[in-house]
């Protein structure tokens, strides 16, 4: 069984920093692409930074230059740095991976349950 758990989320101040981070968990022979969605209640889940195994990235237009998003294959984990934040950033932000399990022959997206994120002064 796989898991991926979230951790990082908070509340913080417009302007202030989180770094948000996803680690997967379970019978896993490797991990293609690695992305963060973010989703207000009410509205469609947002893609907000994606990674691939060539560690190529793509970034919202809402949140280029604030956020940057790494992996560490080592650890199976992906990191969302969020700078300069601001109260539009407020969400419940979650992590996916497309990632080939042991003995499968075919790769399949999981996500993690999410982490709040909420920008508030």
């Known amino acids: 069984q796989v898991q991926l758990v979230e951790s990082g989320g908070g509340l913080v101040q417009p302007g202030g920093s989180l770094r948000l981070s996803c680690a997967a968990s379970?019978?896993?022979?490797?991990?293609?692409?690695m992305k963060w969605y973010r989703q207000v209640p009410g509205m469609r889940r947002e893609l907000v930074a994606s990674?691939?195994?060539?560690?190529?990235?793509h970034y919202a237009d809402s949140v280029k230059g604030r956020f940057t998003i790494a992996r560490d294959n080592a650890k199976n984990t992906v990191y969302l740095q969020m700078n300069s934040l601001k109260p539009e950033d407020t969400a419940v932000y979650y992590c996916?991976?497309?990632?080939?399990?042991?003995?499968?022959?075919?790769?399949?997206?999981?996500w993690g349950r999410g982490t709040q994120v909420t920008v508030s002064s």
């Open positions: 990674i691939n195994e060539d560690f190529t990235t």
């Open positions: 996916t991976m497309k990632l080939l399990k042991y003995l499968s022959d075919d790769y399949g997206d999981y």
């Open positions: 379970g019978s896993i022979f490797s991990i293609n692409d």
